[in-house]
């Protein structure tokens, strides 16, 4: 199993964040990025606003997703014994964004829909290739879901960005 370092996640995150904000920007959204530390641990990274919509956000940058078509839903975190709630179930931000990097893809998806296709794939009505996860960090693990991009997609899909 491969154990990730944070500060190296981190660091390709806030890549991530740079390379979403800017096509969003380019696309033109207004991109009004969050440095309050409160609203961080919401987990809102950005406002992004258009003449017609206004959206909380929370962007995720995943390059495994690029290799394996899955992207990794984190629905807890256990750090020194102790479990907290993952990002999939933490944030706040309407939507999730995926960024990944192999694809140079952006996809958008809808935080409460990806929250109640876990629900129904739990509870026996959705039939899906979903598989439950880990993820080792060094001071912790995170546990979750490993879902097909066009699972995802189909159940969850706001927009899709292609990147340069």
Do not use: Y
């Given at each position: 199993m491969t154990v990730y370092d944070f500060k190296t996640q981190l660091a390709k995150g806030k890549i991530g964040e740079h390379v979403v904000f800017k096509a969003l920007t380019d696309l033109g959204w207004d991109v009004?990025?969050?440095?309050?530390?409160?609203?961080?641990?919401?987990?809102?990274?950005?406002?992004?606003?258009?003449?017609?919509?206004?959206?909380?956000?929370?962007?995720?940058t995943d390059e495994k997703a690029g290799h394996t078509g899955?992207?990794?839903?984190?629905?807890?975190v256990i750090s020194d014994?102790?479990?907290?709630?993952?990002?999939l179930f933490k944030t706040t931000a309407q939507l999730m964004m995926y960024y990944i990097p192999p694809k140079k893809l952006?996809?958008?998806?809808?935080?409460?829909?990806?929250r109640n296709m876990?629900?129904?794939?739990q509870d026996g009505v959705l039939q899906e290739n979903i598989t439950r996860a880990t993820a080792q960090n060094t001071?912790?693990?995170g546990e979750g879901f490993l879902v097909?991009?066009?699972t995802a997609v189909a159940h969850a899909?706001?927009?899709?960005?292609?990147v340069r």
């Open positions: 009004i990025t969050v440095d309050d530390l409160f609203m961080q641990s919401w987990g809102i990274d950005a406002i992004i606003k258009s003449d017609q919509q206004c959206f909380s956000v929370e962007v995720k899955n992207i990794f839903l984190e629905s807890k014994g102790e479990q907290k709630l993952g990002n952006v996809i958008g998806l809808n935080t409460l829909s990806l876990i629900k129904d794939w001071s912790w693990r097909p991009i066009k899909w706001e927009w899709s960005i292609h």
